[in-house]
T-cell receptor, first 116, second 114 residues
């Protein structure tokens, strides 16, 4: 069963619009960690945020914000006032504490196009 | 130094060649990883090194051979690769080999097998 679902394969918005990337996860662990990574065309995966399962507080970092809701098993990512530099593939990922290793499970990614 | 450095950035090799990919980090991280990423797909885990010992091999063909000479270096030796092995190879490191630390990724090596 897929553990991290990013239902939006590709999104295009016009610059300055707000956009939300959806992430739904599945786990039986009570302790787990969620991540968002950005992959620009250059290829490097850039870490954006980590959230543990006990911290449901939403987070804001500049134009980026994250909404973690355990009740719906979602960890959505919103970019406010999008810019062309935000164009990238965004991956949501899950790490389960009861694993003996630290394998991160990636979603399939959402390709975001910000149009000028 | 908060980076993971991968060399080379691009590599084109024939199916009979032998080459190596190199990864280096100086953050004192104790876990290092090799991932393979095909176009428009998420990264797929290949190998995990924990405290310089191979801890996970995700059933990777033997034509890929990892090596961890020391805590800062990770190599991936390539031999007799197939065209389907063409991909972006990403190295990553983590502070500890336990859940929740997250990874720092390098910018990858784009490998083309001809």
């Amino acid at each position: 069963a897929q553990k991290v679902t990013q239902a939006q394969t590709e999104i295009s918005v016009v610059e300055k619009e707000d956009v939300t990337l959806d992430c739904v996860y599945e786990t039986r662990d009570t302790t787990y960690y969620l991540f968002w990574y950005k992959q620009p065309p250059s290829g490097e995966l850039v870490f954006l945020i980590r959230r543990n399962s006990f911290d449901e507080q939403n987070e804001i970092s500049g134009r980026y914000s994250w909404n973690f809701q355990k009740s719906t098993s979602s960890f959505n990512f919103t970019i406010t006032a999008s810019q062309v530099v935000d164009s990238a593939v965004y991956f949501c990922a899950l790490s389960e504490a009861e694993r003996r290793d630290d394998k991160i499970i990636f979603g399939k990614g959402t390709r975001l196009h910000i149009l000028p | 130094d908060t980076e993971v450095t991968q060399t080379p950035k691009h590599l084109v090799m024939g199916m009979t060649n032998k080459k190596s990919l190199k990864c280096e980090q100086h953050m004192g991280h104790r876990a290092m990883y090799w991932y393979k990423q095909k176009a428009k797909k998420p990264p797929e885990l290949m190998f995990v090194y924990s405290y310089e010992k191979l801890s996970i091999n995700e059933s990777v063909p033997s034509r890929f051979s990892p090596e961890c000479p020391n805590s800062s270096l990770l190599n991936l030796h390539l031999h007799a690769l197939q065209p389907e092995d063409s991909a972006l190879y990403l190295c990553a490191s983590s502070q500890e080999p336990y859940p929740g630390y997250g990874y720092t990724f390098g910018s990858g090596t784009r490998l083309t097998i001809v």
